[in-house]
């Protein structure tokens, strides 16, 4: 059966989906030894396939790791400043097996999800699928029932209005639920509304929640249906 090259490179492991097609427009993919173009397709059974030079093969397994990422840990696989990474958390054998599910700064910690599946990926990527990221929020002001219901509501920061958020309140922190993924967004939307953030933890994405018992810089292994 046909499928598209960044598909096929996808599932194998190497890339995810929105990599894998910036490998090909850089031309670092090759079909049958000539150049992909976005949209070709390939029989896995017959052609052959090679992302910078590499034979790819279709991975055996899917993989997937969810990470309690400490603060201080880059989301990257290298660090021009040489700063500890997630990957460098993981066993050799893992490293280069798996990429990340989206993104946490530097200062943010909690949950963290790493796999080689590309299907996963994009729908947990892409905010049109509207999955579920809930953060446990810690502020320097007590939070006010204004600025909550402010939260909830959607707020003005660069880039436009936020959409509107699940928003409670539990032993003087913040869990603030978003299914958009907009650069700092949980920061800028707490300063938005007057709330400086002290500490910022990802607890839960889609089903997957991050278990009390999980230390930071550790991770386990879960399946897909605990995800989605």
């Given at each position: 059966?046909?499928?598209?090259?960044?598909?096929?490179?996808?599932?194998?492991?190497?890339?995810?989906?929105?990599?894998?097609?910036?490998?090909?427009?850089?031309?670092?993919?090759?079909?049958?030894?000539?150049?992909?173009?976005?949209?070709?397709?390939?029989?896995?059974?017959?052609?052959?396939?090679?992302?910078?030079?590499?034979?790819?093969?279709?991975?055996?397994?899917?993989?997937?790791?969810?990470?309690?990422?400490?603060?201080g840990a880059v989301v990257?696989?290298?660090?021009?400043?040489?700063?500890?990474?997630?990957?460098?958390?993981?066993?050799?054998?893992?490293?280069?097996?798996?990429?990340?599910?989206?993104?946490?700064?530097?200062?943010?910690?909690?949950?963290?999800?790493?796999?080689?599946?590309?299907?996963?990926?994009?729908?947990?990527?892409?905010?049109?699928?509207?999955?579920?990221?809930?953060?446990?929020?810690?502020?320097?002001?007590q939070p006010n029932d204004?600025?909550?219901?402010?939260?909830?509501?959607?707020?003005?920061?660069?880039?436009?209005?936020?959409?509107?958020?699940?928003?409670?309140?539990?032993?003087?922190?913040?869990?603030?639920?978003?299914?958009?993924?907009?650069?700092?967004?949980?920061?800028?939307?707490?300063?938005?509304?007057?709330?400086?953030?002290?500490?910022?933890?990802?607890?839960?994405?889609?089903?997957?929640?991050?278990?009390?018992?999980?230390?930071?810089?550790?991770?386990?292994?879960?399946?897909?249906?605990?995800?989605?």
């Open positions: 059966m046909l499928e598209r090259v960044q598909k096929f490179i996808s599932e194998s492991g190497v890339a995810s989906r929105r990599k894998a097609e910036e490998f090909i427009k850089s031309g670092q993919v090759q079909i049958n030894g000539r150049k992909a173009k976005l949209g070709d397709k390939i029989d896995p059974a017959t052609d052959v396939v090679k992302v910078y030079g590499k034979t790819v093969k279709r991975a055996a397994a899917k993989i997937y790791l969810m990470l309690n990422k400490p603060k990257s696989r290298k660090d021009p400043r040489r700063r500890q990474t997630v990957f460098d958390l993981l066993p050799a054998e893992l490293r280069q097996q798996v990429w990340n599910v989206g993104r946490l700064d530097f200062d943010t910690e909690g949950l963290l999800i790493l796999t080689n599946d590309g299907e996963l990926t994009q729908s947990l990527a892409h905010p049109s699928f509207e999955h579920e990221k809930e953060y446990e929020i810690v502020t320097q002001e204004a600025q909550l219901d402010k939260l909830r509501g959607g707020v003005e920061i660069s880039g436009g209005l936020t959409g509107p958020a699940k928003v409670r309140l539990r032993d003087h922190k913040i869990y603030l639920t978003i299914h958009e993924g907009k650069k700092r967004q949980i920061r800028r939307m707490c300063d938005a509304v007057g709330l400086s953030v002290v500490n910022l933890k990802r607890v839960r994405v889609g089903k997957l929640t991050l278990p009390a018992d999980l230390p930071p810089g550790q991770y386990r292994a879960v399946h897909k249906s605990d995800i989605l």
